[in-house]
């Protein structure tokens, strides 16, 4: 019996080492496969940095040479950097890359500049919440989110209205950083952002406005630009999207717009908020490696040598989405 008992005890000792050994094996084996799964991950990862980082020059070198080649006075919608790049190999990775015009939006960082209420680009702003049937009062709480003051607007929101939000938040008390940012403002719901979203854009105030290029706004915007501009007269000014006006000044003498032009402080007025270029852009990288897709998205400004600078990088669009072609 004693026997019997030492070999059943063996016996299991000897089952319980061999679980052991194979529960340290399981999981050197699963440690190494992690290790290997992380390198290979992390590889990727600067793989796709290395080459969205080439794409970034691509875009450089293309903006530049548009100044080059082509006439650097003025932009359209016919302009070649729209083109971008697709399904390009590169070291076993597939590029895609495109270029966004942002001069066809209105700068909501326009409403406050160095402190100040930018008067012609509230009233232009007000103009265009009026001809898409929006709340004019979003205009004060706007104004009311990026002023460093207290002072509430009549149709305006401070910090006591998003004290009661759950959870309470404040103003930013500066400009906009991103387009969604303008869902924390009182009263936008996503309906109502939806709307507005594809008129309108956030960009650093680098040289005091800037402006919006006329040869790429849509006529709701063009009509905006003064009371007098008919809805008729903007979708002719628009031309199908095909307006090309290498000065502002062939903008001011077209059609009506010479007539409408003679008017006091017209010109002067106008000329702070339009111009005849595009010189912000959204450049957008995607790298696929395998069955990964890494994207990287950077606003770049153009000077007017045609040098670029990158503003900001982001992993999502300084575009909502769903505006993106």
């Known amino acids: 019996m004693v026997n019997r008992y030492q070999q059943g005890m063996a016996l299991m000792m000897a089952l319980v080492m061999m679980a052991i050994a194979i529960s340290l094996a399981v999981g050197i084996w699963y440690s190494s496969r992690l290790a290997v799964a992380r390198t290979m991950n992390m590889q990727a ?189 903007a979708v002719r000014i628009y031309q199908q999207g095909q307006a090309s006006f290498s000065r502002l000044e062939d903008f001011f003498t077209f059609d009506d717009m010479a007539y409408i032009s003679t008017g006091e402080e017209v010109k002067p007025v106008i000329s702070q908020l339009i111009g005849v270029q595009t010189n912000f852009l959204q450049a957008r990288s995607e790298v696929a490696i395998e069955d990964r897709r890494y994207q990287q998205y950077a606003l770049l400004f153009r000077r007017t040598g045609g040098a670029t600078q990158v503003l900001m990088r982001s992993p999502i669009p300084f575009l909502p989405k769903d505006l993106l072609h």
């Open 45 to 233: 990862h600067l793989q796709a940095q290395h080459l969205s980082q080439g794409l970034l020059l691509w875009a450089g070198d293309i903006l530049e040479k548009d100044v080059i080649e082509s006439n650097p006075a003025y932009d359209d919608n016919n302009e070649s950097w729209q083109q971008g790049i697709r399904g390009l190999v590169v070291e076993q990775a597939v590029l895609s890359g495109e270029l966004t015009g942002m001069n066809h939006l209105f700068n909501l960082n326009n409403l406050v500049i160095n402190h100040q209420d930018s008067t012609e680009h509230a009233a232009y702003f007000r103009r265009l919440l009026n001809a898409l049937n929006l709340d004019l009062s979003l205009a004060d709480k706007i104004m009311d989110w990026i002023d460093s003051d207290q002072e509430q607007r009549p149709g305006g929101a401070e910090d006591f209205v998003y004290a009661a939000a759950r959870p309470p938040y404040q103003t930013a008390d500066s400009g906009f950083r991103h387009i969604d940012e303008l869902r924390l403002i009182a009263g936008i719901d996503d309906s109502l952002f939806n709307q507005l979203a594809p008129y309108v854009t956030v960009l650093p105030l680098q040289q005091g406005s800037t402006l919006m290029n006329i040869n790429t706004l849509p006529p709701v915007m063009i009509k905006a630009l003064n009371p007098a501009i008919s809805e008729e007269l």
